[in-house]
């Protein structure tokens, strides 16, 4: 049988394999926010939201339905609970600020959680899904996570969060509003600094 070890190593689209590797790209981008100051930690601070809310988005959409389809149900809405927290830690701290004095403290409980969090769907979820779908439909899985992605909302949204149907309803609209929001905040850097 797979491990989810031999999937770490092995670089496919297989879905597990897929959110392995972006767990230690979240790994380094909340390091890189924790070790930064002024405008740079602000800059990573924008990096991780975007890259958190996307795949937490994913994660929702597609992983949790296929969990509780092989009867972990339990184990999915855990994972949604903690995701819907993270999703309302995730925007108080996009709204206070890198300088907001409060944002360390409250960055670094967000750290322990979301560590915690990756660590439960590695040790509870993914090996489920290992032992229930095949390489076949991992892969599709995985394939199918990375297109949800490309859609997803780019802020988080606590009032959908931990909710597939929430997610599939209101997150395309999301997506739009906040990829629209991120170019003019672009544009508006790239202005001020001409």
Known sequence: ????????????????????????????????????????????????????AVH???????????????????????RLDEEKAASQTLSDLESMGSDDPRFDGVFAGFRADVLRHAQAEESLEFPQIVQHKDANERSDL??????????????PHPSTAGSTTAQAVVGPFAAMVDRVRDALSRHSASSSEG
Do not use: N, W, Y
């Open 1 to 52: 049988m797979t491990s989810i070890q031999d999937l770490r190593s092995q670089g496919t689209d297989d879905i597990v394999t897929v959110l392995l590797d972006q767990h230690e790209r979240i790994k380094t981008a909340m390091s890189q926010v924790a070790d930064r100051t002024g405008e740079a930690k602000q800059e990573a601070f924008d990096d991780l939201r975007r890259l958190l």
């Open 56 to 78: 937490e988005t994913a994660e929702e959409l597609i992983l949790r339905p296929v969990t509780r389809s092989i009867g972990s149900g339990e184990i999915a809405q855990a």
């Open 142 to 155: 995985g394939r199918t996570l990375l297109a949800a992605e490309k859609v997803a909302p780019t802020h």
